[in-house]
């Protein structure tokens, strides 16, 4: 695999995610960074967020509305605790259940599986409806 070039526009945008508790689309992020005085084009934050996917720096969701969104995530594998109002994001890990997935599938003449968990509910900062 071939090191991609960071320019300063990939720079700001991994700063800019950074600086997020929760996940954030690609539209969400570019206005707030246009707000706040930086000249870059959506296309180039959506390119900056790919790249960060690819390599690992960061985890992309879509949603029930279908939108992606993106947030710096630790490098070993983890599970999500998502807000609905606030987006406030936890990591998480079930011990024992990555051992138990790989045997069940195993079980069944799988090889090389793979899974994703987010759950969504209400924070305690939120109010419930």
């Given at each position: 695999?071939?090191?991609?070039?960071?320019?300063?526009?990939?720079?700001?945008?991994?700063?800019?995610?950074?600086?997020?508790?929760?996940?954030?689309?690609?539209?969400?992020?570019?206005?707030?960074?246009?707000?706040?005085?930086?000249?870059?084009?959506?296309?180039?934050?959506?390119?900056?967020?790919?790249?960060?996917?690819?390599?690992?720096?960061?985890?992309?969701?879509?949603?029930s509305?279908?939108e992606?969104?993106?947030?710096?995530?630790?490098?070993?594998?983890?599970?999500?605790?998502?807000?609905?109002?606030?987006?406030?994001?936890?990591?998480?890990?079930?011990?024992?259940?990555?051992?138990?997935?790989?045997?069940?599938?195993?079980?069944?003449?799988?090889?090389?599986?793979?899974?994703?968990?987010?759950?969504?509910?209400?924070?305690?900062?939120?109010?419930?409806?």
């Amino acid at each position: 695999m071939t090191q991609k070039r960071s320019t300063w526009q990939k720079v700001a945008v991994r700063e800019e995610l950074g600086e997020r508790s929760g996940f954030i689309s690609a539209q969400q992020l570019h206005a707030e960074m246009v707000a706040a005085g930086q000249k870059l084009g959506l296309t180039t934050v959506y390119r900056a967020l790919t790249d960060m996917v690819e390599s690992g720096e960061a985890d992309a969701l879509t949603g029930s509305d279908g939108e992606t969104r993106y947030r710096i995530c630790g490098q070993e594998h983890h599970h999500h605790l998502i807000c609905n109002v606030c987006g406030k994001t936890v990591e998480f890990e079930l011990p024992g259940f990555e051992a138990a997935t790989k045997a069940l599938a195993l079980s069944h003449g799988f090889q090389e599986v793979s899974h994703s968990i987010e759950l969504f509910g209400t924070c305690s900062d939120c109010p419930r409806g």
